[in-house]
């Protein structure tokens, strides 16, 4: 007999347990050019990693980022199969990065680097264009909650991001033990209560 769920309590339950799920799980940017980690620490050292998916059909072949003009690059990570072009402007500072391989579809590849965060600011964005084999070039540039959004990370302090993280964490933990304790404390319509043996 197929679960079928009449019990408004029990419907309550399922969509409380769903929220908790989605709390608890961080959103995933499938698809887009992303710079993790999302959060750091102003005035820092961060491993940056771009990580970049190809869900097309053809081959992406080449990967640019322009770095934040406050961001300090000091150093890049080999990647097997990827060749690095180190772009700078007049004074060497690095501005960006092109990376050149084959990324077959329907697989992602990740470029790290090492950096200074700025000391100030709360926001760094990061420009990036996909390059694919038949000589598409997508820009992963525009504002968030676009279409091709460019990655952001936010800059803040460690133990308030911590912080929120954890609550986010208990409040999805207590409302999945509510709700599953909604689940299984009545029974449904028309179920008779179990007789003791």
Known sequence: MP????????????????????LGIPVLAFGHAVVYPRTSAPGGYERYVLRVPNEKTTATTRVEIRFPAELRVT?????????????????????????????????????????????????????????????????????????????????????????????VAWAALLLAVVSLGLAISRPARGTPPSQPA
Do not use: C
């Open 3 to 22: 679960l079928t769920i009449r019990h408004p309590l029990r419907r309550l339950a399922v969509v409380i347990a769903s929220l908790a799920l989605i």
């Open 75 to 167: 150093s890049f990570e080999d990647v097997p199969g990827w060749q690095l072009e180190v772009l700078t402007d007049s004074a060497k500072r690095v501005i960006g990065a092109v990376w050149t391989g084959t990324l077959a579809p329907q697989r992602f590849v990740e470029l790290p680097f090492m950096a200074a965060n700025p000391k100030s600011g709360d926001r760094l964005v990061w420009p990036a264009y996909q390059t694919y084999a038949d000589g598409e070039r997508v820009e992963w540039t525009g504002a968030e909650g676009s279409k091709r959004p460019a990655s952001v990370t936010t800059l803040g302090s460690q133990d308030a991001r911590g912080g929120a993280s954890r609550w």
